[in-house]
């Protein structure tokens, strides 16, 4: 149950969190909480950022990083988080009905290349944490993005997740590489149906990371990571334990299976973030330039964080209560 004073509170806000929150926390009937989804498109956060598209389909003039992005410097520090794909993982994430973004698809195919050697946008690049948001995206707006997918196939450690820098040698998973990549397998299973490759390279990366409990490295059982209780939203690319147990959430009512006892760790640390009205405080911001800001600054109550930490303990909770 959530507390009436802090559920209005979680109500009170954009379509794209509201629409989240009636159907997963307030328990909206399907009627209720997919009219507001519907609004996303034409209301708020979601109508701002389609109207920055580029009539060639992207956003910012650039697959990953803006057109006029050249690298950082002390005047814009940080990853810029205007261009194609990450405005694609916003509306996405959002809820958007991609009938919103029709012809996008083929516009991308046509005139968006990686920054890093110019490939087609929907073949996927080197990174395995981009080839998962586009895996992601490309599922989403009905593109063909099954090379993706067998990419990961092809691309998993002997660990069982995967890492970024793989092509500069690494053998070792990483736990931010490996839940972006994980995101992305997910996504394109619900929305095709996977094989049963595609599911074991996703069972196996949830056992790397469950082994690990969410949090500590296999060789020293140290925490992986100070990053692990940064929380912050958006959630950008960085992995904590908020980003993690809330994704093993997904994957367990995708799965139809109950929580794995290995995340309780990780559970405790949402919940021991929370603050004593209900809320989660918004542990940062990201460096880098944005269309427009979607959340509060860092030390202020979060909706975003608060919705995500209170789902994620519902999930926990309820699952406990029927044991």
């Not at 399907?30 to 009219?35: K, T």
């Not at 195919?109 to 944490?129: F, T």
């Not at 109950?258 to 973030?273: F, L, S």
């Amino acid at each position: 149950m959530v507390e009436p004073a802090l559920l209005d509170w979680l109500l009170d806000t954009d379509p794209a969190l509201r629409w989240q929150v009636e159907r997963d926390l307030a328990g909206a009937p399907e009627e209720v909480w997919s009219a507001t989804r519907a609004r996303v498109a034409t209301e708020g956060f979601g109508a701002r950022l389609l109207a920055l598209q580029d009539d060639d389909g992207q956003w910012a003039g650039g697959a990953f990083f803006p057109q006029d992005f050249h690298g950082e410097t002390p005047e814009e520090p940080g990853q810029p988080w205007t261009a194609t794909t990450w405005s694609l993982n916003a509306l996405r994430e959002w809820g958007l009905d991609p009938a919103a973004l029709a012809g996008t698809a083929e516009k991308l195919a046509e005139h968006s290349r990686w920054e890093y050697d110019g490939s087609a946008y929907w073949g996927g690049e080197v990174d395995c944490c981009i080839n998962g948001w586009t895996l992601a995206n490309g599922a989403w707006l009905g593109a063909d993005v099954s090379g993706i997918a067998r990419w990961f196939v092809e691309h998993q450690t002997d660990e069982g997740g995967w890492n970024c820098e793989w092509e500069n040698g690494s053998v070792r998973s990483s736990f931010h590489s490996t839940l972006n990549a994980l995101k992305g397998v997910l996504a394109y299973e619900a929305a095709t149906g996977g094989d049963d490759e595609l599911r074991a390279a996703r069972h196996a990366a949830e056992e790397y990371l469950l082994s690990r409990r969410l949090l500590h490295r296999a060789t020293t059982g140290e925490v992986v990571g100070p990053w692990t209780t940064w929380f912050a939203y958006p959630f950008r690319s960085v992995y904590t334990a908020l980003n993690a147990t809330d994704w093993f959430r997904s994957a367990a009512l995708h799965d139809a299976v109950p929580p794995d006892p290995r995340i309780a760790e990780a559970v405790g640390v949402v919940r021991g973030a929370r603050q004593a009205d209900g809320r989660w405080l918004q542990g940062r911001r990201y460096p880098g330039r944005v269309w427009f800001d979607v959340d509060v600054p860092p030390g202020e109550p979060s909706p975003w964080l608060t919705f995500y930490g209170t789902r994620v303990l519902a999930w926990w909770d309820e699952a406990a209560a029927r044991d």
